[in-house]
């Protein structure tokens, strides 16, 4: 014995499928939420191997580790409730103009950018010296 829907749906051709919304494709990709960008291991490698060397140094003493929509941010501190002291900026959406890597300074300006990290942190080789005018 068949069902009467079943027997309705196979007369009008149709598998229960009258109700079904066409979704586009792009509209749907712009409502659902992005994964925030983040570094890759080896980046954090990096990034940790200068941090760990600036910390024996006595020069740095904290971290904090941001993923937001459009940039990853790992900015060191001399003192936690300071302002960061240097920034390591991961913007993908410059890795094809300028390099997605940037290190950034308490003032807001860039010290050295590019798409290689390992190049970036290089800044951090230098030693700083306070110059007197």
């Known amino acids: 014995m068949v069902d009467q829907t079943d027997l309705h ?8 499928r009258e109700n079904a919304d066409v979704i586009d ?3 749907y990709k712009k409502s659902k939420d992005p994964l ?3 570094f890759h291991r ?27 929509k459009d940039v990853a ?5 001399k003192r936690s409730g300071e302002m960061p002291l240097f920034q390591i900026i ?17 003032h ?5 950018r590019g798409g290689d990290l390992k190049q970036v942190l290089k ?3 230098k030693a700083l010296k306070l110059v007197d005018t």
């Open 9 to 16: 749906h196979s007369r009008s051709g149709r598998s229960g």
């Open 25 to 27: 494709l792009r509209e």
């Open 36 to 38: 925030p960008v983040t």
């Open 42 to 68: 080896r980046e954090l490698d990096a990034i940790l191997w200068i941090y760990g060397r600036m910390v024996g140094d006595g020069e740095w003493r904290d971290y904090a580790i941001d993923h937001n």
């Open 73 to 77: 941010v790992f900015s060191v501190f």
């Open 90 to 106: 991961k913007n993908p959406k410059l890795a094809n103009k300028q390099g997605a890597f940037s290190v950034v300074n308490t």
């Open 108 to 112: 807001g300006t860039t010290l050295k």
């Open 123 to 125: 800044v951090f080789d």
